[in-house]
């Protein structure tokens, strides 16, 4: 078995399966034609340029597609890049099938789920248990399985589930530390802060923006869920109010995509774990292709910085 995408050291050739993360269509100076391919595996993705191609090549290496590549990884502007030298679609005959390119969340669907419904089983506030336990169940298989963004962080299958979960464990910790913070606020705005992307995104192979993802945003998506949650249980008070609010403001910012600034302690708390846990996923992610005594690549999510991994670091 051939080691990962991302693996792979400047000068190496490869001659593997991969699946079609995305295609653009672009045109070159010469005024042809080109696609750009971004190709993925378990470990990552590799952007390819295939020149000269053809009217029907949009079509065969259109996303979720599986193609055998034979190239050589060179770098351009700092990054690895697939040179190809050869691409094919694969068939019927390929011992390949699309779950064996994407990279799954390292904790069990079921396993999430566990964890999860514990927390709610945790909350005493009637109200916001049952809008949250209401909006999981409606939702669950979809929650389970998609990721948590199209990139920068926990862009995996499940990603958006485990994101969920790793959040619930540092709220858990922090609320420990300050009990102040009432807790079913805080594990009821984790766990419904990104639930709109399931609706916002297209699923959980090759994910794009849906319609609504692009016009509405997964904020707007799930203020209005809470508040239709609330209607058909039957549910009037604050606790609507402050959950939405919750959601609205976990961005932290007006020019980071949050209509209203946090409020409440329990949303400025939310922000600040959301931000951590996002943040350590990119670093984790950046880092483990990486030996010690070398920078990252640039990580555009983080202030386009290269991270080093010291010497002693295992």
């Not at 295939?50 to 502007?77: F, M, N």
């Amino acid at each position: 078995m051939s080691k990962g995408i991302v693996f792979y050291d400047v000068g190496e050739q490869i001659d593997v399966y991969l699946l079609v993360k995305s295609c653009t269509k672009g045109i070159a100076s010469n005024g042809k034609p080109f696609l750009t391919l971004i190709l993925q595996d378990q470990t990552g993705d590799i952007e390819a340029k295939l020149w000269d191609c053809t009217p029907e090549s949009e079509q065969v290496y259109k996303a979720q597609s599986i193609v055998k590549v034979y190239g050589d990884i060179h770098s351009y502007r700092g990054k690895n890049q697939l040179k190809l030298r050869s691409i094919r679609p694969s068939n019927e005959t390929d011992p390949v099938d699309v779950s064996d390119f994407l990279e799954v969340a390292p904790l069990a669907q079921d396993e999430m789920m566990s964890k999860i419904t514990q927390y709610i089983f945790e909350m005493k506030n009637p109200n916001i248990q049952r809008i949250t336990r209401h909006l999981v169940k409606k939702y669950q298989q979809s929650f389970l399985e998609y990721p948590a963004a199209t990139k920068n962080h926990h862009e995996f299958v499940s990603g958006l589930a485990y994101h969920v979960v790793s959040m619930l464990d540092l709220a858990k910790v922090i609320s420990g530390l300050y009990p102040s913070l009432d807790t079913d606020l805080l594990y009821s705005g984790v766990i419904l802060h990104d639930l709109g992307k399931v609706m916002e995104l297209s699923g959980p192979v090759a994910t794009v923006y849906t319609t609504e993802g692009n016009l509405l945003g997964h904020i707007t998506i799930m203020v209005n869920e809470i508040g239709k949650a609330a209607e058909e249980l039957g549910i009037k008070g604050e606790e609507v109010t402050v959950l939405q609010h919750i959601v609205l403001s976990h961005h932290g910012k007006a020019e980071w995509g949050s209509p209203k600034p946090p409020l409440i302690k329990e949303a400025e708390i939310l922000h600040y774990i959301d931000n951590l846990d996002a943040k350590m996923n990119m670093l984790d992610r950046a880092l483990e292709r990486v030996k010690p005594g070398e920078f990252s690549d640039r990580v555009f999510a983080l202030e386009n910085r290269s991270f080093y991994k010291p010497t002693f670091h295992k």
